[in-house]
């Protein structure tokens, strides 16, 4: 489908028209919206995980298309940007938030009774797909039940899908109700590896991005 469409405002200055409301980024489609080359754009970040924003240049050079401008948007954090020329960025300049995938199906972990220290009790466990352009919303919930003190959890990856290139996987302590990752950031499994915790989940992980709807923008263009 078709990008969806935000209204720039012009400005004049300080006697100029008040600031549009912000937008929220249309997480599937993405946005497009007038450029003038001197277009000012508001990236604001609402949510409490970071999210990466692409702007997408149109410029192609020797039958190569040139990269995308891509930016990472602190969690609860605004940043203006400018400087978007038309040569490289079009009249209609294009943007959109993370990857548009859908989240992973609920996982279906299993556990061993041997070859770990997984504590028994019960584990809480979501996944989410990972690509270039960062990561989606985690899955449902997929509990696994461990007994004993020798146990271990086993992951498996969610089904390869168009455009993912990893996944990340969030547990609970035992009975908990916060899910963290388990994989160093930026180093996400690949698709087709199942991921086993023999040892108890880490605490200390990120929590999964909240939904990429919380980033919004707005576009002014001074004259």
Do not use: C
Not at 45 to 69: C, I, P, R
Request: net charge negative; proline share 8%.
């Amino acid at each position: 489908m078709a990008p969806t469409v935000i209204a720039s405002t012009t400005t004049n200055g300080i006697a100029g028209v008040a600031d549009p409301a912000e937008v929220a980024i249309d997480p599937v489609n993405g946005n497009v919206f007038n450029n003038t080359g001197g277009t000012l754009i508001l990236v604001d970040n609402t949510d409490s995980a970071a999210h990466w924003v692409t702007f997408k240049t149109m410029l192609t050079e020797q039958g190569l298309a040139v990269k995308h401008e891509r930016v990472l948007a602190p969690a609860a954090a605004k940043w203006w940007y400018t400087d978007f020329s038309t040569a490289v960025f079009g009249s209609q300049l294009q943007v959109g938030v993370d990857s548009a995938l859908l989240p992973p199906v609920v996982p279906a972990p299993t556990t061993a009774g041997t070859g770990g220290t997984v504590l028994a009790g019960v584990y809480g466990v979501e996944v989410t797909y990972v690509n270039l352009y960062g990561e989606t919303v985690a899955s449902v919930n997929g509990p696994v039940t461990t007994s004993g003190t020798t146990s271990t959890i086993t992951i498996p990856s969610p089904p390869s899908v168009t455009d993912a290139n990893g996944w990340y996987a969030y547990v609970t302590q035992a009975g908990g109700t916060t899910f963290t990752r388990q994989q160093v950031a930026g180093a996400p499994t690949a698709l087709g590896t199942n991921l086993t915790l023999t040892a108890p989940p880490s605490s200390g992980g990120a929590a999964a991005p909240a939904g990429t709807a919380m980033v919004k923008l707005k576009v002014i263009e001074p004259v």
